[in-house]
């Protein structure tokens, strides 16, 4: 750590004068983009109002337009005289004011209004209409019609200001102007429209006048016709009424006289801040950065000269104490506080050593990859740690093994480690995104007078071993009768591991029968291990050691390879492999299965993978995906010991199984059992409605025989045909019960089975096939 500081504080001293200049380069270069970027949004804010106000514009010069148009039929004396009566001239009227005004100008309808401003004509592009029908749509036309007849109104939104009565004579009858009129954006059956109201007046003879003139009301829809002619007069050509989920930068409120919205119009901005920005901006950035690389550069030979050296040698020192993943204390260390405390005597303490193994942890490793593993010992490290005492010691041996030493002030609270380890496992951990539940193993060591600290770490070691043992995720204090124990487990372990380095298991097959003819339609691989010192190991023996060390995967590849590379001698038959859960969770299985089919020249279709409910317990996406994947490489899948486990129906609804497979203890208890039957008879039912192979393992008997042929069994496998025999004998076998591909084999009858030659040796007793275990793979 002095070297570490030293270091530090040399750096500190360079840094000194660069670090101000440094500053002050970031906060000018901050200042200029600032100020770019308010400048930027202050145009853009300023155009987008321009554009507005030409929009609003436009609709002026709209409105001022349609006023004009109207003012070519209103203020003419021929207008005057025929409007008087609109009963006797209603031709004219039609032609005049209806037709005219419709197809010049486009209004979408006329009306007038007499005297009283009831309506009298009313007329569209569809010709004459109900004149109260006409105007009775029309929001706010009453304050039109009023502000026409006496005056504008203060409180009002005028868009007609440049609207100009025409040159000429402009005589008044009392104090009534010749010519009156009111325009306004509002609704017209709920939609946003512009209506013109103007009195009927003479052009030129004033006597015409009358005292109450009459008045012409125009509707002009605000449609998608109007806002592109507003557009294009505002040069705005994209302007148009705002859709859903409209993106488009400017907006444009259209409301009603009244103040009230009746639209909302959009269109691509023209943003000229946004320009100034992605010029200047780049430009800033640019040289910020250089400034940045230059004084980068400029530091770094600085310090270079007085960090390398002191800075290897800190590195070097923790390196060689601590564990470079999680940065807790190596195995070099842990031993080197344990001989300190060795040292030391008469403190009261009592010395306490915890060896803590994750379980299952290379099933992590072979199905999340090992990047997932070191997140999860470091997920791990941290959550313990913040469980432990000050001044307790928490290292990494290495791989997925962590220690503690405590110095426990007295029995219990050295057996306090175990609780503590629980606590940790009890909520899952977020790996790569996921919840991962697990759970470790831990042997517990408590010093003894005169006891080595070498000695104390291999009696926690031998007691974590125990632990494994007995099923994992459990606690173990070492006792004095486990130590030899515990190395015979553990040279069978090496073995085992040179066994499957060296070649050192073999394959025993178990034919399957059809149950109507007695032909072999197919056998059934199963390792066997015979060593050299110790002669034949039992399956449930190896294969629980290679349970407790990880060597499932290897196990299972091994019997994949060799299984396939068989079956080739027997080309009419097919094998079945049994998949443990932690093979079938590799990425890898599905394509080393099709490479290996490829490799050997076999047809995917003869190989049926078995698995059991264990696998299928998530029941989740990827489970079925690589089912999916096996059937789409060919593959067959069977459903293996089905009954023992959770047997939930949706995993044949959901699954995509060839094969179901009834586990052998309801077969072995069908004769004394009338509810094993009834089983056996539902789930061969269900099995084959749903198209499934269904075999009855463990036929042991004459008599389970005949019941598992009158249940509907397709396939029978057990000791009445045949033992797991050699390689050898499998052709020997095919030929003397026939096979499938070979009908001039006559069925035989039942009692043939017990003449066979098959029958090498008699079947198991009851009591023996009890103590056989389920684990994978069969034995």
Known sequence: MGLRQNT??????????????????????????????????????????????????????????ALHELRSVAWWDDAVVNAADAVKNREWLETEFGVYIIESYHHERVAMLDENDRPVFAFNAEGPMDPAEAIASIDDLGILVREARGGLKENRVRRDANFRQPDGPQGQYGDWNMGRWSAALTLDDNKPALVSVMTITPSIDTNLLPKTP???????????????????????????????????TGSYALKADDGQPIAELRWVARQPGTVLL?????????????????????LFRLSRSTHQLAEQEAEARYLADHDPMTGLPNRRRFQAVLAERDA??????????????????????????????????REVSARLSSLLREDDLLMRPGGDELAILREARDRADAEMIGAIVTACFSAPFNVTGQQIETSASVGLAIAEPGQSAQDLLRKADIALYVAKARGRACCVIFEDEMGQRVEDRRALELDLRHALNEDGLTLAYQPIVDA?????????????????????????????????????????????????????LWPNLDTAINVSPAQFRSVTMAAELAEATR??????????????????????????????????????????????????????????????????????????????????????????????EIVAEGVETEAEMLVMQKAGCTHLQGYLFSRPTRLSEIEVLAAALGSRETPEAPARHPKAWQTSAVMTTPPESQRERSRRPSRYPKS
């Not at 780049?282 to 400029?298: E, H, K, N, S, Y």
């Not at 009592?350 to 803590?356: D, F, G, H, S």
Request: with cysteine.
């Open 344 to 377: 030391e005597e008469g403190d009261g303490h009592l010395p306490v050593v915890a060896c803590i193994d994750l379980d299952r942890f290379k099933d992590i490793n072979d199905t999340l990859g090992h990047h997932a593993g070191d997140q999860l010992i």
């Open 599 to 692: 490799r050997y020249g076999v047809d995917p279709s003869r190989i049926t993978l078995e698995i059991t409910e264990s696998v299928l317990l998530a029941n989740d996406e990827r489970t079925l995906n690589a089912l999916k994947l096996l059937k789409q490489q060919g593959f067959r899948v069977a459903l293996d010991d089905f009954g023992t486990g959770y047997s939930s129906l949706s995993y044949l609804r959901d699954f995509p199984f060839d094969k179901l497979k009834i586990d052998r203890s309801f077969v072995s208890g069908v004769t004394a059992s009338g509810q094993s039957l009834s089983i056996i008879e539902s789930v061969v039912s269900l099995g084959r409605g749903l198209g499934l």
């Open 278 to 298: 992605n010029t200047v901006v780049p430009v800033i950035v640019a040289t910020l950065l250089i400034a940045a690389g230059v004084m980068g550069v400029l």
């Open 8 to 65: 530090n504080d040399g750096l500190h001293k360079v840094r000194q004068p660069i670090v101000p200049i440094v500053a002050i380069m970031f906060v000018i270069s901050a200042l200029l983009l600032g100020i770019a970027i308010y400048a930027g949004k202050s145009m853009n804010a300023a155009a987008l109002e321009g554009q507005r106000s030409q929009i609003d514009n436009a609709i002026s010069a709209r409105l001022v337009r």
């Open 516 to 568: 109507v003819t007695g032909r072999i339609t197919g056998v059934e691989a199963l390792a066997r291990w015979h060593e050299p010192v110790r002669g034949n190991i039992p399956p449930d023996i190896f294969i629980g050691i290679a349970e407790e060390a990880g060597l499932m995967g290897d196990l299972g590849r091994f019997v994949m390879d060799r299984a396939i590379a068989d079956s080739r």
């Open 214 to 248: 009459r008045l012409m009301v125009s509707v002009i829809p605000i449609d998608s016709a109007f806002i592109t002619d507003v557009g294009q007069v505002a040069m705005m050509p994209d302007l148009s009424v705002a859709g859903k989920n409209d993106k488009r």
